[in-house]
């Protein structure tokens, strides 16, 4: 006869639960960032021409332009060879967070989770864009009067948003830490 321990179950006390899921529960936000952030950019690409404004709001523009490097356009006029050094770092970067998410609860670690699930998705985006076309399409302008910040995209929001998460988590989780002391 199969006891709870064989079938993969935890006893606390009387009872007995199925095994929390892990992280990559989360796995369905990260393939939802990749979806939005390529049809929005195949909609950009065809329909609006390069540096064209298009403004939404009196700070904010759409406006297609590519960047060949990193953030900031860092490495953006090197020879191409920054290329497959960003795509190689999004595929190192991708497999250690899909790790990571691997052996985390889904449940407990929810934030921590979703956090990572946005910045697997958007570093997967960016990726997609530099292996099909050598660079990133970028067309979020933001800006106050003649001062712009570098145009970024959906990936580029969902990463953002993610770090903030997991910043957010880790203080979260120092404040519970101190405050159990």
């Known amino acids: 006869m199969m006891d709870a321990n064989d079938a993969g179950l935890r006893v606390t006390g009387a009872s007995a639960r199925a095994p929390e899921g892990s992280g990559l529960r989360w ?45 900031w356009s860092f490495l953006a006029d090197a020879s191409g060879w920054q290329r497959w050094l960003f795509t190689a770092l999004a595929v190192a970067v991708s497999i250690a967070l899909v790790f990571w998410m691997r052996g985390l609860r889904s449940r407990t670690q929810a934030l921590l989770s979703c956090s990572l699930a946005l910045i697997l998705g958007g570093a997967v985006g960016n990726m997609i864009d530099r292996m099909r076309t050598g660079r990133v ?20 929001s969902c990463i953002t948003i993610g770090a903030a998460l997991l910043l957010f988590d880790a203080l979260r989780d120092a404040q519970a830490a101190k405050g159990s002391k």
């Open 27 to 71: 796995l369905p936000l990260t393939a939802l960032v990749i979806v939005v952030d390529q049809l929005v950019k195949l909609w950009v690409v065809a329909d609006f021409m390069p540096y064209q404004s298009h403004p939404i709001l009196p700070v904010l523009d759409l406006n297609l332009m590519y960047n060949t490097g990193a953030a």
């Open 137 to 156: 399409v970028d067309f979020i302008l933001a800006h106050w009067n003649n001062h712009f910040f570098p145009a970024f995209n959906v990936a580029d």
